[in-house]
């Protein structure tokens, strides 16, 4: 079955440093990914999405790129702040038809210290 | 506009006994998810409806869950003669299929089985 691999956390950086989190995946042909984020106390939110091999989904300074050949879809930030300390989750659904369900890595705790 | 909502946000119960957990999704939302969050883990898929009926329910563990959306808005998950294991957050999510496959989660309901 499909499956999602992150990398395991936590991850605990400085503000403005670099951050990369790293997703790969096992699917059926092409499904759609997903970066969905949780901030402390908070549900689930969509941060970004690419529907197609080569698509780069980008919202908030945050960006992933989906690689069809190396089957990934690794989070990056250039500068992070201490507001996006949260839990990130990576995800994706099949193509085509059927439910849609999301199948989700385990998450990668983020923690920005000032 | 409202987003999706859930009740009761907390629910503490006792080994054995029955509980409801209620999902409002966004208004004109076709489709309906219920997933399980343990600690430290991702969301799981547990059932899918579009419209009244489900859709995909092969996520629900056992035969103690069931779910139900009479009416093609509310959906209500039951679960019989619950377990310590069964303590979790129970996430519900809708989406709109004929717009996207993005799907917009609700703050969950944490379940607690004493």
Redesign the interface.
Known sequence: GDS?TQMEGPVTLSEEAFLTINCTYTATGYP?L?W?VQYPG?????LL?A?KADDKGSNKGFEATYRKETTSFHLEKGSVQVSDSAVY?C?L?PRGA??????????TKLSVIP | GAGVSQTPSNKVTEKGKYVELRCDPISGHT?L?W?RQSL??????LI?F?GTGA??DS?LPNDRFFAVRPEGSVSTLKIQRTERGDSAVY?C?S?D?AGS????????TRLTVL
Do not use: I, M, N
């Open positions: 999602v759609s997903f969905y908070e549900g689930l939110q969509l999405k529907t989750f995800a659904t059927g439910s849609y369900q999301l199948t989700f890595g385990k998450g | 489709a998810y997933y430290g883990q991702g969301p799981e898929f899918y579009q859709a995909d996520g996430l999510a989406s299929l496959d993005t799907q917009y989660f609700g703050p969950g």
